[in-house]
Protein backbone atom coordinates (compact mmCIF):
# COMPACT_ATOMS: atom_id res chain seq x y z
CA UNK A 1 0.00 0.00 0.00
CA UNK A 2 1.55 3.25 -0.95
CA UNK A 3 1.04 6.56 1.00
CA UNK A 4 1.02 9.50 -1.01
CA UNK A 5 0.02 12.88 0.59
CA UNK A 6 0.87 14.69 -2.39
CA UNK A 7 -0.73 17.99 -2.46
CA UNK A 8 -2.10 17.60 0.78
CA UNK A 9 -1.36 20.56 3.45
CA UNK A 10 -0.77 19.01 6.97
CA UNK A 11 -0.29 20.91 10.06
CA UNK A 12 1.14 19.45 12.97
CA UNK A 13 1.46 20.97 16.61
CA UNK A 14 3.75 20.16 19.36
CA UNK A 15 6.25 20.11 16.59
CA UNK A 16 9.38 20.62 18.58
CA UNK A 17 10.77 17.71 19.46
CA UNK A 18 10.12 14.15 19.94
CA UNK A 19 6.95 12.28 18.97
CA UNK A 20 5.18 16.00 16.92
CA UNK A 21 8.72 16.26 15.29
CA UNK A 22 8.49 12.61 13.66
CA UNK A 23 5.26 13.28 12.69
CA UNK A 24 6.09 16.59 10.93
CA UNK A 25 9.20 14.85 8.75
CA UNK A 26 7.35 11.19 8.14
CA UNK A 27 4.17 13.52 6.92
CA UNK A 28 6.85 15.79 4.88
CA UNK A 29 8.32 12.52 3.48
CA UNK A 30 4.75 11.01 2.03
CA UNK A 31 5.00 14.12 -0.10
CA UNK A 32 2.86 16.68 2.07
CA UNK A 33 3.19 20.47 2.71
CA UNK A 34 3.65 20.81 6.61
CA UNK A 35 3.50 23.52 9.04
CA UNK A 36 5.19 23.24 12.34
CA UNK A 37 3.48 24.64 15.61
CA UNK A 38 5.05 24.92 18.78
CA UNK A 39 5.85 27.56 21.47
CA UNK A 40 9.68 26.69 21.22
CA UNK A 41 10.66 28.62 17.84
CA UNK A 42 14.44 27.42 18.26
CA UNK A 43 13.26 23.83 19.15
CA UNK A 44 11.54 23.47 15.57
CA UNK A 45 14.59 25.14 13.48
CA UNK A 46 16.12 21.96 12.42
CA UNK A 47 12.35 21.20 10.93
CA UNK A 48 13.71 24.07 8.30
CA UNK A 49 15.86 21.48 6.74
CA UNK A 50 13.42 19.05 5.29
CA UNK A 51 11.26 22.11 4.03
CA UNK A 52 8.81 22.41 6.85
CA UNK A 53 7.46 25.91 7.84
CA UNK A 54 7.09 27.31 11.38
CA UNK A 55 4.93 28.68 13.13
CA UNK A 56 5.81 29.45 16.91
CA UNK A 57 2.82 29.84 19.38
CA UNK A 58 1.46 29.59 22.34
CA UNK A 59 -1.41 26.97 22.22
CA UNK A 60 -2.72 26.53 25.76
CA UNK A 61 -5.20 29.98 24.93
CA UNK A 62 -7.99 29.76 21.86
CA UNK A 63 -6.34 33.45 20.87
CA UNK A 64 -2.99 31.83 20.86
CA UNK A 65 -3.87 28.38 18.91
CA UNK A 66 -5.95 30.41 16.81
CA UNK A 67 -3.56 32.67 15.32
CA UNK A 68 -1.40 29.76 14.52
CA UNK A 69 -3.98 28.56 12.58
CA UNK A 70 -4.44 31.67 10.99
CA UNK A 71 -1.10 32.11 10.22
CA UNK A 72 -0.43 28.32 8.75
CA UNK A 73 -3.40 28.96 6.57
CA UNK A 74 -2.17 32.26 5.47
CA UNK A 75 1.17 30.86 4.47
CA UNK A 76 0.07 27.47 2.53
CA UNK A 77 -3.94 29.14 1.85
CA UNK A 78 -5.50 25.61 3.17
CA UNK A 79 -5.35 22.83 5.91
CA UNK A 80 -6.63 19.34 4.47
CA UNK A 81 -5.11 18.02 8.36
CA UNK A 82 -4.24 18.56 11.72
CA UNK A 83 -2.42 16.77 13.94
CA UNK A 84 -2.32 17.63 17.81
CA UNK A 85 0.60 16.10 19.27
CA UNK A 86 1.03 19.34 21.61
CA UNK A 87 1.07 18.07 25.58
CA UNK A 88 3.14 16.38 28.14
CA UNK A 89 3.29 16.27 31.48
CA UNK A 90 4.82 19.93 31.76
CA UNK A 91 7.80 18.91 33.88
CA UNK A 92 5.49 17.60 36.76
CA UNK A 93 6.22 13.69 38.12
CA UNK A 94 3.65 12.26 39.99
CA UNK A 95 2.61 13.40 43.39
CA UNK A 96 -0.04 12.32 46.17
CA UNK A 97 -3.27 14.23 45.69
CA UNK A 98 -3.22 16.12 48.90
CA UNK A 99 -0.66 17.97 46.95
CA UNK A 100 -1.90 18.92 44.03
CA UNK A 101 -2.62 22.57 43.51
CA UNK A 102 -5.23 24.53 40.69
CA UNK A 103 -1.85 25.48 38.46
CA UNK A 104 -0.51 21.83 37.88
CA UNK A 105 -3.91 20.74 37.61
CA UNK A 106 -5.06 23.60 34.89
CA UNK A 107 -1.52 23.39 33.19
CA UNK A 108 -1.67 19.92 31.92
CA UNK A 109 -5.54 20.92 30.58
CA UNK A 110 -4.20 23.54 28.92
CA UNK A 111 -1.51 21.60 27.07
CA UNK A 112 -3.27 18.36 26.31
CA UNK A 113 -7.23 19.25 25.70
CA UNK A 114 -7.48 23.29 25.32
CA UNK A 115 -5.07 23.48 22.40
CA UNK A 116 -6.31 20.17 20.77
CA UNK A 117 -9.91 21.94 21.45
CA UNK A 118 -8.86 25.65 19.98
CA UNK A 119 -6.86 24.21 17.05
CA UNK A 120 -9.51 21.92 15.89
CA UNK A 121 -12.01 24.51 16.34
CA UNK A 122 -9.85 27.32 13.91
CA UNK A 123 -8.93 24.57 11.10
CA UNK A 124 -12.50 23.00 11.03
CA UNK A 125 -14.19 25.30 9.28
CA UNK A 126 -11.63 25.53 6.16
CA UNK A 127 -11.82 21.69 5.74
CA UNK A 128 -15.76 21.95 6.62
CA UNK A 129 -15.88 24.46 3.21
CA UNK A 130 -13.62 22.04 0.79
CA UNK A 131 -15.98 19.06 2.19
CA UNK A 132 -12.96 17.06 3.41
CA UNK A 133 -9.93 16.85 6.42
CA UNK A 134 -8.30 15.00 8.57
CA UNK A 135 -7.91 15.28 12.41
CA UNK A 136 -5.83 13.33 14.36
CA UNK A 137 -5.43 13.62 18.32
CA UNK A 138 -2.37 12.26 19.86
CA UNK A 139 -4.03 10.70 23.16
CA UNK A 140 -1.58 8.06 24.84
CA UNK A 141 -2.28 4.64 26.75
CA UNK A 142 -3.02 7.03 30.14
CA UNK A 143 -6.35 7.74 28.07
CA UNK A 144 -7.57 4.10 28.42
CA UNK A 145 -6.23 3.39 31.87
CA UNK A 146 -4.37 4.74 35.15
CA UNK A 147 -1.37 6.59 33.47
CA UNK A 148 2.52 5.24 34.50
CA UNK A 149 3.31 8.81 35.05
CA UNK A 150 0.88 9.01 38.68
CA UNK A 151 -0.08 12.11 37.22
CA UNK A 152 -3.81 12.88 38.09
CA UNK A 153 -4.12 15.55 35.37
CA UNK A 154 -2.44 13.85 33.24
CA UNK A 155 -4.45 10.70 32.85
CA UNK A 156 -7.91 12.85 33.00
CA UNK A 157 -6.57 15.13 30.47
CA UNK A 158 -5.53 12.33 28.39
CA UNK A 159 -9.53 10.38 29.04
CA UNK A 160 -10.96 14.24 28.14
CA UNK A 161 -8.36 13.63 24.81
CA UNK A 162 -10.26 10.34 23.95
CA UNK A 163 -13.73 11.78 24.40
CA UNK A 164 -13.06 15.05 22.58
CA UNK A 165 -11.75 13.21 19.39
CA UNK A 166 -14.99 10.68 19.57
CA UNK A 167 -17.33 13.81 19.69
CA UNK A 168 -15.47 15.82 17.41
CA UNK A 169 -15.98 12.61 15.15
CA UNK A 170 -19.73 12.59 15.24
CA UNK A 171 -19.84 16.53 14.60
CA UNK A 172 -17.97 16.52 11.87
CA UNK A 173 -18.29 13.66 10.10
CA UNK A 174 -20.98 14.30 7.82
CA UNK A 175 -18.79 17.43 6.44
CA UNK A 176 -16.03 14.44 4.72
CA UNK A 177 -13.94 14.94 8.30
CA UNK A 178 -12.35 12.36 10.05
CA UNK A 179 -11.46 12.25 13.56
CA UNK A 180 -9.38 9.69 15.22
CA UNK A 181 -6.61 9.88 17.45
CA UNK A 182 -2.81 7.42 18.11
CA UNK A 183 -2.88 6.39 21.99
CA UNK A 184 0.54 6.00 22.40
CA UNK A 185 2.60 3.62 24.85
CA UNK A 186 5.57 4.39 27.05
CA UNK A 187 8.08 6.22 24.08
CA UNK A 188 11.51 7.51 24.91
CA UNK A 189 11.03 10.69 22.51
CA UNK A 190 12.66 13.94 24.99
CA UNK A 191 14.62 14.57 27.60
CA UNK A 192 11.01 14.52 29.41
CA UNK A 193 9.96 11.29 29.06
CA UNK A 194 14.07 10.04 29.28
CA UNK A 195 14.45 11.69 32.49
CA UNK A 196 10.70 9.52 33.43
CA UNK A 197 12.08 6.44 32.26
CA UNK A 198 15.59 6.84 34.33
CA UNK A 199 13.63 7.43 37.51
CA UNK A 200 11.54 4.49 37.47
CA UNK A 201 14.70 2.33 38.25
CA UNK A 202 15.86 -0.84 36.99
CA UNK A 203 13.15 -3.13 38.72
CA UNK A 204 10.29 -1.13 37.40
CA UNK A 205 11.86 -0.90 34.18
CA UNK A 206 11.83 -4.63 33.68
CA UNK A 207 8.34 -4.54 34.86
CA UNK A 208 7.20 -2.35 32.21
CA UNK A 209 9.35 -4.20 29.29
CA UNK A 210 7.76 -6.94 30.78
CA UNK A 211 3.73 -5.82 30.12
CA UNK A 212 4.63 -5.29 26.51
CA UNK A 213 4.06 -7.95 24.30
CA UNK A 214 6.69 -7.15 22.02
CA UNK A 215 8.99 -6.36 25.10
CA UNK A 216 10.36 -3.10 24.11
CA UNK A 217 9.79 0.69 24.11
CA UNK A 218 8.54 2.63 21.49
CA UNK A 219 10.16 4.89 19.07
CA UNK A 220 8.51 8.25 17.86
CA UNK A 221 8.55 6.98 14.25
CA UNK A 222 6.36 4.05 15.61
CA UNK A 223 3.84 6.50 15.88
CA UNK A 224 4.40 9.02 12.78
CA UNK A 225 3.49 5.85 10.93
CA UNK A 226 0.51 5.40 12.52
CA UNK A 227 -0.18 9.18 11.96
CA UNK A 228 0.41 8.82 8.13
CA UNK A 229 -1.87 5.86 8.02
CA UNK A 230 -4.54 7.75 8.98
CA UNK A 231 -3.96 10.66 7.43
CA UNK A 232 -4.17 8.86 3.87
CA UNK A 233 -7.21 8.36 1.47
CA UNK A 234 -6.51 5.29 2.73
CA UNK A 235 -8.09 5.34 5.76
CA UNK A 236 -11.20 7.63 4.44
CA UNK A 237 -13.97 5.66 6.08
CA UNK A 238 -12.14 5.20 9.30
CA UNK A 239 -13.18 7.88 11.91
CA UNK A 240 -14.05 8.22 15.77
CA UNK A 241 -11.46 5.29 16.75
CA UNK A 242 -8.35 5.16 19.18
CA UNK A 243 -5.44 3.58 17.89
CA UNK A 244 -3.21 1.90 20.62
CA UNK A 245 0.06 2.14 19.56
CA UNK A 246 2.06 0.22 21.89
CA UNK A 247 3.74 -3.01 21.51
CA UNK A 248 0.74 -4.92 22.83
CA UNK A 249 -0.20 -4.25 26.50
CA UNK A 250 -0.48 -6.74 28.71
Not at 36 to 45: E, L, S, V
Not at 52 to 57: E, G, N
Not at 194 to 218: C, D, P, T
Amino acid sequence: MQLDLSSKVFAVTGAAQGIGAAIARQLKASGAAVAAIDIDGDGMKPLLGDGISLHQADLGSRKGAHAAIRSVLSQHGRIDGLVTSAGGVRGQAGRPIEEIGEDDWHVIFQANVDAAMWCVQAAAPDMKARGEGRIITISSGAGLRPSLTGIQAYASAKHALVGLTKQLALELGPFGITVNSVAPGFVLSNPSTQKQWAAFGEERQKAVIGGIHMRRLGAPADIANAVTFLASPQAGWISGQILSVDGGHA
